[in-house]
């Protein structure tokens, strides 16, 4: 599978729009701390923009939204494993990403049969506090040997030189959050970001 190497992450169907525009074909719509019936309508407003502009959605966390909304991925952390139902995600059709930060948790994405794996944080991260210490371009090497062809997506205090790095250590997929939403112009970012890493 060949995925988009551009890969934002952001919080609202609004942000999915601005970035949609600004070319990205591949986002993640990541909400937290919202009420299920604001969970669902941002689902469903993020997926009707990406399916307008044939970009891919991924739904961070809230498979149950995911799947009552139609939505083609979902994007599942090591906590969300204990009680997601990949089963039924399978059944209904839906790929699925899974964050990996160590061997161990690799192991657990990878008896899943994963339609991508994400490593990180790969610098230093100001989005939340981790309980992993960075883990550096040798990690996305190793990592990438251990996937295989499965995508390997690297997530973490990028930017964009830092992301060109990645995809030349062995990412196939850059992600990025504060250096889109906490940027001047996010939808310049995001058009530098397209062409920096060939998305």
């Known amino acids: 599978m060949t ?8 919080d609202s169907a609004a942000w999915v729009g601005r970035l949609v525009g600004a070319g990205a074909r591949l986002i993640q719509l990541r909400v937290k701390d919202a009420p299920p019936a604001e969970i669902d309508a941002q689902v469903r407003g993020a997926l009707a923009i990406c399916r307008r502009s044939g970009a891919l959605l991924v739904v961070n966390d809230h498979w149950q939204a995911a799947i009552e909304a139609g939505a083609d991925w979902v994007h599942l952390g090591q906590g969300d494993l204990d009680t997601a139902d ?10 699925i990403g899974i964050s990996t930060h160590s ?4 192991e657990r994405a990878l008896a899943l049969a994963p339609d991508y794996v994400a490593l990180g944080p790969i610098y230093p991260t100001i989005l939340k506090a981790m309980p992993f210490a960075p883990q550096g371009l040798e990690r ?3 990592w990438k040997r251990l996937v295989g062809e499965i995508p390997l997506v690297a997530i973490g205090g990028l930017t964009i030189e830092r992301g060109v790095a990645c ?3 062995g ?8 250096d889109i939403t906490l940027n001047a112009d996010p939808e ?3 058009r530098a970001w397209i062409e920096a890493t060939g998305a």
């Open 188 to 190: 310049g970012r995001a």
């Open 167 to 169: 995809l030349a250590a």
């Open 3 to 10: 995925l988009p190497r551009f890969y934002p992450i952001v």
């Open 140 to 142: 996305i090497g190793e």
């Open 103 to 106: 061997h161990e948790e690799l």
């Open 171 to 178: 990412a196939d997929v850059v992600s990025v959050v504060t």
């Open 86 to 95: 990949v089963a039924a995600l399978r059944a209904k059709g839906l790929q």
